[in-house]
């Protein structure tokens, strides 16, 4: 007990110690106000897309819109349910192109179920990926050269859709001229990590991608999401296809900025009411998932990552740990004068995160209480980073759907393989 008590003293009378890290967390606490608001007036002012009334889309000469699914072991998911609810569709005129990209489950029998009791269905069987390639990539190309559509949906196979969905879609792209349309889905999150994790992405998502900046024509940032994103097919076919982001990981994204370079047109807009998606259902899915994407949302950038992970645990893991800290300090024989000037601080910071956090949750219908375990989604947040960009960098590659993804012998990140 002698130890830890002069141990927890010494923390508060090293020289300079409390102060640097009191002004610190200041700073901390400056940004969480600012977050705050970013937050509230973010969630304000998003625009939620509601089911068209539009009836003109349901006849039979509407634009023929094909929809692409790439589906590799999803037996054990909600196959049938999405691909039911496509096809459910009251859109007039469009087609379901699925790829079975090698799946090693039920999935083939499944499809095969669901193609013989709708003809608007059509099951392509998945070529080994070639040299240079990933695998989803490549099984959307093989989709997009058996489709017939003069628009394209890109989609997953564990999306589900409103009726309206479609027909909501191509009528919105219609009235506002743009080439390529994300609708960003309601994403369920029903386990315990899900909800730490969920409402952390989002509100990621809410920050580093304000639409009215994404949908600016001459601003060069861009979004596209993989379960939802209708592209006109002459835009599409005029920058390569998907063999424009063969070897991308996030080919969704990096497909947008290729379009939006070339002078196509592309939004994104929220519409939880007509798309819902439940991405994992347990930690081992929520890690393999984003170990697979992190690294290369930093664009394979060391420095990128490193300032990332060291802000990150600056802004919202350390207060809770300064504040813990001081209360342990306490308890181990600091008075309460020698800790206030850091504790003060470090519990206004974690307010601030956890009330910005119980905004977000509500807006993703996750219980608010979960907001005061954000600390805990931003540390995981770090340890993902850390894992994607270590599995990357040393050539163990990233696992997803049994397949090894930038292993040391295998296809290279974009970037590295230019040299950067």
Not at 211 to 216: E, F
Not at 303 to 328: D, E, K, R
């Amino acid at each position: 007990m002698a130890y830890w008590q002069t141990a927890a003293a010494s923390l508060f009378v090293a020289p300079h110690w409390p102060d640097v890290t009191a002004k610190l967390l200041w700073f901390v606490v400056a940004i969480w106000a600012a977050g705050f608001l970013v937050t509230v007036v973010a969630l304000l002012r998003q625009r939620l897309i509601a089911p068209t009334t539009d009836e003109r889309l349901k006849r039979v000469d509407a634009p023929l819109v094909s929809v692409l699914v790439p589906a590799r072991d999803e037996a054990g998911r909600v196959l049938r349910e999405s691909l039911r609810s496509l096809l459910a569709q009251d859109y007039g005129n469009f087609e379901v192109c699925v790829v079975d990209d090698r799946s090693t489950d039920a999935t083939p029998r499944i499809l095969r179920t669901l193609a013989a009791e709708d003809a608007r269905l059509t099951v392509v069987t998945g070529a080994e990926t070639p040299a240079g390639w990933l695998g989803k990539p490549y099984a959307m190309q093989q989709a997009l050269e058996r489709a017939r559509g003069e628009w394209v949906l890109a989609t997953d196979a564990d999306m589900i859709f409103h009726t309206a969905a479609l027909r909501t879609a191509v009528a919105y792209a219609d009235a506002s001229g743009c080439d390529a349309l994300s609708f960003i889905p309601h994403f369920e999150a029903l386990s315990f990590w899900e909800r730490l994790f969920i409402p952390v992405w989002y509100w990621s998502l809410l920050v580093i991608y304000p639409l009215d900046i994404v949908n600016h024509p001459r601003t060069p940032l861009a979004l596209g999401l993989g379960g939802f994103f209708l592209m006109r097919r002459a835009a599409l076919e005029q920058v390569g296809g998907y063999e424009s982001v063969r070897a991308e990981v996030l080919e969704d994204v990096r497909l947008a900025e290729t379009l939006k370079r070339a002078a196509f047109r592309t939004r994104a807009e929220y519409a939880p009411r007509l798309v819902s998606t439940r991405m994992y259902t347990n930690l081992s899915e929520l890690w393999e998932s984003a170990t697979k994407n992190w690294f290369a949302g930093f664009r394979f950038s060391h420095a990128l990552t490193l300032f990332g992970l060291a802000w990150t645990f600056t802004v919202a893991v350390l207060p809770p740990l300064a504040a813990l800290a001081c209360l342990f300090a306490v308890l181990f024989g600091s008075s309460a004068a020698q800790v206030i000037s850091i504790f003060t601080p470090a519990a206004v910071a974690s307010v601030l995160q956890v009330a910005s956090m119980a905004v977000v949750n509500r807006r993703c219908g996750v219980p608010v209480a979960y907001a005061t375990a954000a600390p805990l989604g931003f540390a995981l947040s770090c340890a993902v980073m850390f894992d994607s960009a270590f599995r990357v960098t040393t050539g163990r590659g990233v696992l997803w759907k049994g397949r090894r993804i930038y292993e040391r012998e295998g296809v290279r990140p974009p970037r590295a393989r230019a040299g950067n």
